[in-house]
């Protein structure tokens, strides 16, 4: 097998698209849908943001990194976002974090990565391992949405944008002891001000929780955090 360039071979795949809007949110939810029968291949969809800049921004792990276009696959944890002229395009993400970026005419296309069919793993000694389920070929999904937003926006609102759109709520019944009503909703904690939640769990020692936040704002900045009675705190 000849893997020093692309074949010349090509062939046809379908996808289908569900566009769908939310009342509770303001981002177009989409939904893609294939069977996946090829191998060896990126399957990439475009967003031409209409917007006049050549500097993106990916959330990652613990920071939002900003990128110059062109560029391919950078990471990106839960969203990449760009901004130009007080207007905002985000792109949130619920699976396979990498994106590129171009520049045409001297506007941003944001491009998001479906799927990644490889059956080949670089091993760096070696030339090559062979993976065949690489390919992925079977039934795929996979779930992205569109932000709109205004060039002031902070990184933190669109990171609990993009949170309540990877995490599903969780579904619980309670009964109040004292009567009364529970709230429909709840969280264990919420934190106000430019910071995000990245973890909650109870230490390993000692009858605690530890509490981790991020900062995503570019200066130090104050902020309370709210417990739920509902931890026993």
């Given amino acids: 097998e000849d893997r020093t360039r692309r074949s010349r ?4 795949l379908r996808i289908r698209f569900t566009y769908t809007l939310f009342a509770h949110s303001p981002a177009v939810h ?5 069977v996946n029968e090829h191998r060896e291949h990126r399957l990439m969809v475009d967003f031409p943001t209409g917007l006049r800049t050549a500097r993106p921004e990916a959330q990652s792990a613990y920071d939002v990194v900003p990128h110059e276009a062109p560029f391919l696959q950078e990471p990106c944890r839960d969203f990449t976002t760009a ?4 207007k905002r395009l985000t792109i949130l993400s619920k699976g396979m974090h990498s994106h590129d970026a171009r520049v045409e005419g001297g506007m941003l296309t944001l491009t998001k990565c479906l799927l990644k069919a490889n059956g080949w793993v670089n091993g760096g000694l070696r030339p090559y391992w062979e ?13 992205y949405a569109v932000l709109p937003g205004a060039e002031s926006d902070p990184w933190a609102d669109l990171a609990r944008e993009a949170d309540a759109f990877r995490s599903d709520p969780y579904v619980e019944y309670h009964t109040c002891a004292s009567g009364g009503e529970l709230p429909a909703a709840a969280s264990l904690v919420s934190v106000s001000g430019p910071f995000e939640v990245t973890a909650l769990k109870r230490a390993e020692r000692g009858d605690s929780l530890v509490l981790r936040l991020v ?3 570019r200066r130090e900045a104050p902020g ?3 417990l739920s009675p509902m931890l026993g705190i």
């Fill in 9 to 12: 071979q090509t062939a046809p």
């Fill in 30 to 34: 989409i939904r893609a849908e294939w």
């Fill in 224 to 226: 309370t955090i709210t």
């Fill in 131 to 143: 993976a065949p389920e690489g390919n992925c070929l079977r039934p795929l999904v996979m779930e």
């Fill in 83 to 86: 901004a130009a002229e007080g």
């Fill in 215 to 217: 900062n995503l704002s």
